[in-house]
């Protein structure tokens, strides 16, 4: 889509429901903000991770800003730090924080989005669709400034709690200098996945990847829908010029 607009400008299959992976987290990010500060403190449940889990290794009773914590789930998509936040914002319960999610997906417009987890690993009925996807990192970088810097950052400092240095997994971000978000995911069955956000030639865009079978593939395909549009805005300046 364009951001500016809100026009979709290109989709296959942009509404099939499917496996989202850690793209799951636009959605724990952006309760989050409408329901904590970012100065609050958080106490850090008993969470026990599963193996294949990217995490920062809160330990139990660990105490962290919601500033941090939300780097921490944003960049190296931390599954921790996710679930703090979800547990905290719940009020102590994982299953209140879903519900909110889902309220959330309503309140929006995501008619093919539903949430069984704040964190994204496969569960059934946790889905949403490219088009989905799009519109709500387009909610979520319009309505956060903090989110926008966040998500547009190759690395972060996490000051409360030990120091720990992040780096965000979505490696267009630093690589590729309009390249300025936003999330990515992989899990078994969503593949990988890459919502990007980007500027070039005047022209914001935000792009959904989803299903692919590798790092490379999914950079490369959001690669070349970032391009196709924004090289065709440059070569219609042009030809105006000329005229």
């Known amino acids: 889509i364009e951001e500016s607009t809100g026009q979709q400008l290109y ?30 403190v958080f106490t850090d449940p008993d969470f026990i991770p599963a193996a294949e889990d990217s995490q ?6 660990e105490r962290m800003s919601v500033h941090d914590l939300l780097i921490a789930m944003m960049l190296p998509s931390a599954d921790d730090a ?20 889902n309220r959330e997906a309503r309140t929006l417009g995501l008619k093919h989005t539903h949430y069984t987890t704040p964190i ?3 569960t059934p ?13 387009e909610y979520d970088l319009s309505h956060s400034k903090f989110f926008a810097h966040t998500v547009a950052q ?19 971000v630093g690589a590729v200098p309009w390249i300025d978000g936003v999330k990515t995911g992989h899990t ?18 935000i792009t959904a990847v989803l299903g692919t079978d590798s790092e490379t593939a999914r950079a490369t395909n959001t690669m ?16 105006r010029s000329r005229w």
């Open 224 to 239: 070349a829908l970032m391009n196709y549009r924004s090289e065709e805005r440059r070569v219609g300046k042009e030809c």
């Open 188 to 205: 078994n069955d969503a593949g990988y996945v890459l919502v990007a956000s980007g500027d070039k030639h005047g022209m914001p865009l």
């Open 11 to 40: 989709g296959v299959n942009d509404d099939a429901q499917v496996a989202i992976a850690s793209t799951t987290k636009l959605m724990t990010a952006l309760v989050t903000l409408h329901h904590a500060r970012l100065r609050d």
């Open 82 to 101: 996710a679930e703090d936040l979800a547990y905290n914002v719940g009020h102590g319960s994982i299953g209140r924080f879903v519900a909110m999610m």
């Open 125 to 137: 009925g946790n889905y949403s669709s490219a088009a989905d996807l799009v519109r709500l990192a």
């Open 120 to 122: 994204g690993l496969d």
């Open 154 to 172: 190759p690395s972060a400092e996490l000051s409360t709690g030990p120091v720990r240095y992040v780096t965000n997994l979505n490696t267009l």
């Open 56 to 61: 920062i290794h809160l330990e139990p009773g």
